[in-house]
Antibody, heavy 119, light 104 residues
């Protein structure tokens, strides 16, 4: 079955970087966009951007331009999201999710990765 | 901006209605996600009114004018969750602020 398995929780200091990984299985990795979203404590969902594993093309939300980098390694069906520099406002659960290339619904989500930014 | 009521209360077995309002929303496809406490979101409605495989028939959706609606018919205790509407606009995903559905 389709699975998106994310890397474990992280604790970072302000100014540092974080890289969250998302390993896909159960489907053809290059046929779906991987999106990254986050959810601050007690808050709603915020979209960060996507990467298309087939080509490596990316699109980032305006808010994160210059701070986020999304990459992929098709040989191991893994997508990564790196965010730098971190502030306390980046404390959130980060999700990877997939969207079919020919559709628009987010049909599968990772389990989430808690990133805590604290001095 | 997508506007959702912060909370909706529904009695078991009754119909719950969650709205999502936005300018000319009816011109876009709306997606609905259910997020139970401590879990990742799950798609319950896509393309305004389609249900993914495995989603109970009691979930339905509509979208017209400036408002989309998620309806839960015969609400069950397991439906107690946060619900988010979402649209795409110029390749960017926008989410509503979420509605907490309480079944009591």
């Amino acid at each position: 079955q389709v699975q998106l398995v994310q890397s474990g929780a992280e604790v970072k200091k302000p100014g540092a970087s974080v890289k969250v990984s998302c390993k896909a299985s159960g489907y053809t990795f290059t046929d779906y966009h991987i999106h990254w979203l986050r959810q601050a404590p007690g808050q709603g969902l915020e979209w960060m951007g996507w990467i298309y594993p087939n080509s490596g093309a990316t699109r980032y939300a305006q808010k994160f331009l210059g701070r986020v980098t999304m990459t992929r390694d098709t040989s191991i069906s893994t997508a990564d999201m790196e965010l730098i520099p971190l502030t306390s406002d980046d404390t959130a659960i980060y999700y990877c999710a997939r969207v079919p290339s020919s559709a628009a619904e987010i049909d599968s989500w990772g389990q989430g990765t808690l990133v805590t930014v604290s001095s | 901006d997508l506007t959702q009521p912060p909370s909706v209360s529904v009695s078991p077995g009754q119909t719950g209605t969650i709205t999502c309002s936005g300018d000319r929303l009816g011109r876009k496809y709306v997606y609905w996600y259910q997020q139970k406490a401590g879990q990742s979101p799950q798609l319950v409605i896509y393309d305004d009114k389609k249900r993914p495989s495995g989603i109970p028939e009691r979930f339905s959706g509509s979208n017209s004018g400036d408002k989309a609606t998620l309806i839960i018919a015969g609400t069950q205790a397991m439906d107690e969750s946060d619900y988010y509407c979402q649209v795409w606009d110029n390749g960017i995903a926008y989410f509503g602020s979420g509605t907490t559905v309480t079944v009591l």
